[in-house]
């Protein structure tokens, strides 16, 4: 039925029958093989990232609350803008009672890390009467604590309000009968 | 027998490699790999907190810093509307040309969850958000920001 096909030409044949059926079917295969991998990379350094972002959060919270409260507090016991703004009796009982309030909420905003403000020991420091200092030190370190990771930060206020600054907000308060005073 | 029987043995070698060869050529038979990197998860929004932190540090044009106008906005329409004027500028000015900010979503609550401001874009949410607390005599105000770049 067939033709018979003896010796070294069947042997030739039969290779070159093989070769061509394996090189088609590697190439249609080849297409099926091709893969496209999604990798995410960097985790470990975003998280370090995010961790340390997070304590300086809490830095930043602490420069603006330090600023905020000497200021109200100022203004509190009658300090006007102006030359010598800031020579006014009982600033340092003030800015006290109002540092207070601004750490007595969660500060954190993030679902995936719990952090841990330290008790910041609070000073002001009286430059002229023109300029005073707010500084604030803690002993303890800022605790940002995530799944992998703990980061501890120190922390440390050191924030100057002047009479300029007092004007400044005067003005845009709206407040321009203590402007000058 | 024994003859065209090792023939056929090295035969079926000679293929087994060529094979091998062919698959292992890339464009040929070799798969192509495609890997694509995806930097960070979705939640770790560090260029997001950069911008915020930068925009609520930086002095505004009233002579205090931006955070300081949030934190009194609360409490007066003056300041609400010097702090609304910052942020539409400092976004603008700020990141527009240099990085490929698409849109920008800044709205702020205090902590008892009332609204303070809601600027930017609203139609939708924005792929990333971050956020942090800025004090105010009231309470922490909590700033979230949304962008997509």
């Known amino acids: 039925m067939f033709p018979r096909i003896r010796g070294k030409k069947a042997i030739e044949s039969f290779i070159v029958v093989l070769f061509i059926m394996i090189a088609v079917s590697s190439i249609l295969v080849k297409g099926s093989m091709d893969k496209d991998v999604s990798v995410e990379i960097g985790q470990r350094q975003a998280e370090l990232l995010k961790v340390y972002t997070e304590a300086e959060k809490v830095r930043e919270y602490a420069n603006s609350a330090g600023r905020l409260a000497l200021m109200d507090a100022a203004l509190e016991i009658g300090a006007k803008s102006g030359a010598n703004c800031l020579a006014v009796h009982g600033l340092d009982e003030k800015f006290n009672d109002k540092i207070i309030s601004y750490f007595n909420q969660e500060l954190s905003t993030s679902a995936h890390y719990n952090v841990t403000v330290p008790k910041i020991t609070w000073a002001i420091r009286q430059i002229s009467d023109d300029e005073v200092i707010v500084s604030g030190i803690s002993a303890d370190k800022i605790l940002v604590a995530g799944e992998n990771y703990e980061y501890r930060a120190g922390i440390y206020v050191n924030q100057a309000v002047t009479c300029d600054d007092l004007e400044n907000f005067l003005k845009a308060s709206g407040n321009f009968e203590l402007i000058g005073g | ?149």
């Open chain 2, 1 to 149: 027998m024994f003859v065209e029987f090792a023939i056929a043995v090295v035969i079926l070698t000679v293929l087994w490699l060529v094979v091998k060869v062919a698959m292992a050529v890339p464009g040929f038979g070799a798969a192509e790999i495609k890997t694509t990197g995806v930097f960070q998860q979705a939640e770790f929004s560090s260029v997001c907190d950069y911008w915020l932190m930068n925009f609520l540090r930086a002095d505004s044009a009233y002579g205090m810093e931006n955070s300081d106008l949030l934190a009194y906005a609360s409490e007066s329409a003056t300041y609400k509307t010097y702090f609304e004027n910052e942020a539409a500028n400092y976004f603008k000015a700020n990141y527009r040309r240099p990085l490929p900010l698409a849109r920008w979503a800044l709205s702020a609550e205090t902590s008892a969850y009332i609204p303070v401001v809601k600027l930017g874009y609203k139609d939708h949410a924005l792929a990333q958000t971050c956020a942090q607390k800025i004090p105010s005599a009231k309470g922490p105000i909590t700033v979230t920001l949304g962008v997509d770049y």
